[in-house]
T-cell receptor, first 113, second 113 residues
Framework: AQSVTQPDIHITVSEGASLELRCNYSYGATPYLFWYVQSPGQGLQLLLKYFSGDTLVQGIKGFEAEFKRSQSSFNLRKPSVHWSDAAEYFCAVGAQGTYKYIFGTGTRLKVLA | DSGVTQTPKHLITATGQRVTLRCSPRSGDLSVYWYQQSLDQGLQFLIQYYNGEERAKGNILERFSAQQFPDLHSELNLSSLELGDSALYFC????????????FGPGTRLTVT
């Protein structure tokens, strides 16, 4: 069955430190992969997406993600976290030719000053 | 601002009642998705419409229904409300029929008392 797993429910990092949020997926078809961010009381905002091609994708707000087919992963990274990055982050997967779009359970990021 | 609008922002109603949530997609987007977000269930996909037709169904209760109108706005109808229906309801839109990046509205917070 298709699934998306975000193993970390909560992550705390210090401002200026690097960040990596994990996302693993199980999908039969070639996946389309997405990362979204949700600030408190807000809707979700698309950070970046991967459809094909270069496996390292750049997004908004200085985020990047790397698609690793062999590991079924699409981890989100940022070299230096800002206090304003504190939010909840969702990984999502879809596939061409299907209507299924699955969100992970989210990772809540806390940033220490 | 994603370009997706949702009304109302907040809704407080009693058990057993019926409410209608409204969503206007981004200009040019033909797909509308509805999601329910609660603390215990996370982000749950409810239903998708594309150009007026239902395309995919997720964990939508029989008490809930939706439709998309010729002007592409969508309504989510929730009836016989229960306390457990209290949640944030998000609408998202995308240009394509199959999973593409989605643009989320700010949500409607429903409180059932």
């Amino acid at each position: 069955a298709q699934s998306v797993t975000q193993p970390d429910i909560h992550i705390t990092v210090s401002e200026g430190a690097s960040l990596e949020l994990r996302c693993n997926y199980s999908y039969g078809a070639t996946p389309y992969l997405f990362w979204y961010v949700q600030s408190p009381g807000q809707g979700l905002q698309l950070l970046l997406k991967y459809f094909s091609g270069d496996t390292l994708v750049q997004g908004i707000k200085g985020f990047e993600a790397e698609f690793k087919r062999s590991q079924s992963s699409f981890n989100l990274r940022k070299p230096s976290v800002h206090w304003s990055d504190a939010a909840e982050y969702f990984c999502a997967v879809g596939a061409q030719g299907t209507y299924k779009y699955i969100f992970g359970t989210g990772t809540r990021l806390k940033v220490l000053a | 601002d994603s370009g997706v609008t949702q009304t109302p922002k907040h809704l407080i109603t009693a058990t057993g009642q019926r409410v209608t949530l409204r969503c206007s997609p981004r200009s040019g987007d033909l797909s509308v998705y509805w999601y329910q977000q609660s603390l215990d269930q996370g982000l749950q996909f409810l239903i998708q419409y594309y150009n007026g037709e239902e395309r995919a169904k997720g964990n939508i209760l029989e008490r809930f229904s939706a439709q998309q109108f010729p002007d592409l706005h969508s309504e989510l109808n929730l009836s016989s409300l229960e306390l457990g229906d209290s949640a944030l309801y998000f609408c998202a839109s995308s240009v394509a029929e199959t999973p593409y990046e989605q643009y989320f509205g700010p949500g409607t917070r429903l409180t059932v008392t």
